[in-house]
Structures are given as structure tokens and as C-alpha cells.
């Protein structure tokens, strides 16, 4: 849905718009910390298969900083996509991408919560590094299920 509106919006009239440039902007600012949300849950991946808790917990928490970015972006460029922006072939894609950025700010926001939960205290126990070397499958499949529609 996202890369399809993208090259619509920019194949857009030549004249400057710049609500349709805004438009771009946000698109692409979201898109980068979608990216930087899935790089972040990888690493935390790969860690909690192959490397020690400290790296596990520090990976974990990289990743809960991006899922804090993401909600942020959502919720902040939310405002740049108008219906009168772009053309009128385009206002189904861009309302319906609209309506997705709510679910989107909240899928970041639980992910926060969750990671900002599962961060160890000064005096981690056994019981804790597994909890969060076992949310690893849990989490990716929120993921997906929340960004399916993205």
C-alpha cells in the first residue's frame, strides 16, 4: 500500500504542491522508522539465539527506543496527509493510509511498553533474562500482524 501511494503522490503534477511534498515527507519519515522498527527487532533477534544477556538486554531496549521512534513518527506526520493534497485517484489510497496511522502509532506504543516492562533491574534473575529471550517469537508476530496492512 505505502510504496504504491508513494509513486502516485510523486508522479504527480509537475507544478509544486507543497502539500503534496509534505505528504512525501511524512511517507518517507514513517517509512524510514517502519525500517529502523523491523533492523531494530533482527538484532534483538539474532542476540537473544547467539549472544549473552547483556547484549540481549541492550539490544532489547535498542529496539524498544525504536518502537518508541515509530509511534512517535506516526503520530506526528499524521496531520500532513490531507484530502485535498492530491488528486482525486489518489484520495481512496490516502484516507485509507490515514486511517491505518492510528494502528500504526499504537502497534509502536505497545511495543514500548512492552520492552520498557521486560528491561532487567539492577539485579536481574535467571527468570528475567529468559522472559526476554522467549518474547522474541511473541513480538515478531505482533509485527506482523501489525504491519500487514502497511
Known amino acids: 500500500m505505502v510504496i504504491a501511494l508513494l509513486f502516485q503522490l510523486a508522479a504527480g503534477a509537475p507544478a509544486a504542491n507543497p502539500a503534496r511534498d509534505s505528504a512525501l515527507v511524512a ?39 525504536r518502537c518508541r521512534e515509530l509511534a512517535e513518527s506516526a503520530k506526528q506526520n499524521r496531520h ?31 511495543c514500548e511498553t512492552r520492552m520498557e516492562r521486560m528491561k532487567p533491574s539492577s539485579r536481574p534473575t535467571a527468570a528475567t533474562w529468559s522472559a526476554l529471550r522467549h518474547e522474541v517469537v511473541p513480538e515478531n508476530d505482533r509485527i506482523v500482524r501489525g504491519l500487514r496492512t502497511y
Do not use: H, M, T
Open 80 to 110: 500532513y496527509f490531507c484530502r485535498s493534497c492530491a488528486e482525486q485517484a489518489l484520495q481512496a489510497a490516502l484516507d485509507q493510509y490515514r486511517l491505518y496511522l492510528p494502528a500504526l502509532e499504537q502497534l509502536g506504543s505497545r
Open 27 to 65: 511517507f518517507s519519515a514513517i517509512a524510514v522508522k517502519v525500517a529502523a522498527l523491523r533492523s531494530g527487532y533482527d538484532q534483538y533477534r539474532k542476540s537473544a539465539y547467539n549472544d549473552g544477556n547483556a547484549v540481549v538486554a541492550a539490544r532489547a531496549a535498542d529496539y524498544g527506543v
